[in-house]
């Protein structure tokens, strides 16, 4: 059986992965401006996108790195029309800002 996320969802999903490989060489990590660590972890069934939704909508989930401690601090959700609903502040002026230039 194949991902039954949308087309939408996943291309929203995949431009996010790109920006965060050109900016630090992962799909899933990025340094806030502060210096915080990040990084947002795939569902239990480990596809890439997180696990499935009967509506294809992607929810993924995000922690934060502190004293080499991870910490939930959150999460990613991106609507089956691709629109991002969902995610952390640090996360946002990063795509916005590789996404402007």
């Not at 929203?12 to 660590?37: C, Y």
């Not at 922690?63 to 990613?76: K, L, T």
Request: some cysteine; charged content about 25%.
């Amino acid at each position: 059986m194949g991902w039954s996320a949308t087309k939408q969802a996943c291309e929203t999903m995949d431009s996010i992965t790109k920006v965060l490989e050109q900016e630090f060489e992962t799909q899933n990590g990025w340094i806030a401006e502060d210096g915080s660590r990040y990084f947002w972890e795939r569902g239990a069934d480990f596809t890439l996108k997180g696990r499935e939704h009967p509506d294809g909508h992607i929810s993924v989930s995000v922690y934060r790195v502190v004293s080499n401690q991870c910490h939930r601090i959150g999460s990613i959700y991106i609507d089956p029309n691709g629109v991002i609903l969902r995610w952390p502040a640090s996360l946002k002026r990063i795509f916005e800002r590789r996404t402007r230039s």
